[in-house]
């Protein structure tokens, strides 16, 4: 290769592994990603250091957790008049695109942004095609932020971006850039009013007389009852209550969220023709995945891990896609059973690149897939293990076991820790946690969690600590329980 690999981050919103049919899924139609994974390498086992949007982009572009970059929630835009002039939550932050802008990269972020003001450029990107909304509020109709031009697109934004990727691309060959492009999908996104709309794209008639038998009918839990309560109690606007109750029994709700993944592979189809008529086919890192997972009723809830009180991390929620393709270094059709997550592609492209990792107090948890990439069954990370957090619950993840840890101090309203055997209950249905029997398990799991998290903190943005999340929290109710009514988010540390 005579010139840096061009990279490309796909990332959509709100998609567990499932949605797909390169993952099994006999209802869906994907056949542009399941001809990628043909082409690369599909993981089994990733998952997302978070189950809310904003902390997994965070955790993408630094390769840290929320406990480190401090990002805990979703980033709540409806405050946005609030904000100081500028405002971005990873401002001065050493980020994937700031060093490879620095390295002579191009970078473009073409798609949802989620992470602060819209209206302005972030560090790090030359290029900056967004919408205004970090909540999808419609996949058409949306006021879009254009290197400076603002206008209405009234097209389905999953096309509207796709063409921007393409655009971008072909600027980049002309003028002979090693380019990097991200480009989050606001789709499926999986929420009402988005998937409740009655505009139908070219994927709707597929749907219409789905039966839907990929995803499970179960009853509403009361933990999601409980955590729609705690959000409502917190909220200065009316929840839509019918939204996460009804959802998961709603076949039109559900038809739609599976046309909207098909419109993705549209999209990712499109990028890959592109980058073949383009000539750059081999010279490309081509990377697919998500933000994070949703449950669509499974567990019997709806939406984000945090949609639960306690939060949880069941694989609905956490699992989440990962296919990565590039002639010369992946293997046509590879498949990977090792535990993954999306923050490890911070570290994996600035493997590849040639970027070093930037010099910082803490270590950074992203860790290389590089020698996955390249054929390795085994590397030598430590444990093969994921670590997560969800606020209130810090989770470990191995082949076998997943332990959710709560918080355990003054006044946590009762929660307790959950285990489950994976191998044995791979639906997560069977609470382990207390049993004597795997005492020890349990012991080992926890121990090697605390371990992880002392590692891997800011002592900002540590809430078992008494740290504050940058801008939002679903749990603030607990958590001035916990550490007293002056406890609030912030906007930045100082």
């Known amino acids: 290769m005579n010139k840096k690999p061009n990279i490309i981050v796909i990332f959509t919103d709100n998609q567990q592994a499932s949605t797909l049919g ?9 056949p542009s990603l399941d001809k990628l994974a043909s082409q690369g390498i599909k993981f089994d086992n990733a998952f997302c250091p978070n189950a809310f949007c904003s902390p997994c982009r965070a955790s993408l572009l630094t390769g840290m957790l929320p406990s480190q970059h401090g ?25 994937l695109p700031t060093l490879m802008q620095e390295d002579g990269y191009s970078t473009a972020l073409v798609g949802k942004y989620h992470l602060g003001e819209p209206t302005s450029v972030a560090e790090g990107f030359d290029h900056w095609v967004t919408l ?102 917190e909220s200065t606007t009316d929840l839509d209550f019918s ?68 939060s949880n991390l069941h694989r609905a929620a956490h699992s989440i896609p990962l296919i990565v393709r590039q002639k010369g270094v992946t293997t046509e059709g590879d498949v990977s059973q090792l535990m ?6 911070y570290s994996t492209i600035l493997e590849h690149t040639g970027i070093e990792k930037p010099d910082i107090d803490e270590p950074i948890p992203s860790r290389s897939l590089m020698p996955i990439l390249k054929g390795a069954s085994l590397v030598d990370w430590g444990e093969d293990a994921v670590f997560s957090e969800q606020e209130e619950t810090r989770v470990v993840r191995t082949q076998k076991w997943a332990l959710f840890k709560r918080y355990n101090g003054p006044k946590n309203r009762g929660i307790s820790d959950e285990l489950y055997d994976i191998e044995n209950d791979p639906y997560e249905t069977t609470n382990l946690s207390g049993v004597a029997e795997h005492a020890a398990v349990e012991a080992e799991l926890n121990n090697a969690l605390l371990e992880f998290f002392r590692t891997h903190i800011r002592e900002e943005a540590d809430l078992w600590e008494g740290g504050v999340p940058i801008q939002n929290s679903v749990r603030k109710t607990f958590w001035k329980e916990v550490w007293g009514d002056d406890w609030s988010p912030v906007y930045t540390y100082d």
């Not at 390169?22 to 994907?30: A, L, R, S």
């Not at 409806?78 to 990873?90: F, K, Q, S, T, V």
């Not at 655009?167 to 850039?177: C, I, K, L, P, R």
Request: with cysteine; proline share 6%.
């Open 340 to 345: 993954v997550s999306n923050m490890d592609l």
């Open 243 to 310: 939204m996460l109750m009804r959802a998961p029994n709603d076949l039109a709700t559900l038809r739609n969220y599976y046309s909207q993944v098909s419109m993705v592979d549209d999209g990712v189809g499109k990028i890959m023709q592109s980058l073949a008529s383009l000539g750059i086919e081999d010279d490309t890192l081509l990377i697919f995945t998500t933000d994070h997972g949703l449950s669509v009723g499974q567990h019997g809830f709806w939406g984000h891990g945090g949609s639960t009180f306690p």
């Open 132 to 233: 205004e909304d970090g909540h999808v509020r419609s996949f058409y109709r949306n006021k879009i932020f254009d290197n400076g031009k603002v206008y209405e697109q009234p097209g389905h934004s999953v096309d509207f971006f796709t063409d921007k990727a393409c655009e971008f691309m072909e600027s980049q060959v002309a003028d002979d850039n090693p380019f990097f492009l991200f480009l989050p999908y606001p789709a499926p996104y999986g929420h009402w009013p988005a998937t409740k709309e009655t505009d139908e794209n070219r994927h709707t008639e597929r749907y219409a007389d789905c039966p839907l038998n990929s995803i499970p009918r179960q009853a509403i839990r009361k933990t999601a009852v409980d955590g729609f309560l705690m959000v409502q109690s």
């Open 22 to 30: 390169c993952y099994g899924n006999d209802e869906i139609h994907t």
């Open 71 to 95: 990002v805990h929630s979703w980033i709540d835009d409806r405050n946005m008049p609030d904000w100081p002039a500028g405002w971005h939550a990873l401002n001065g932050m050493r980020t």
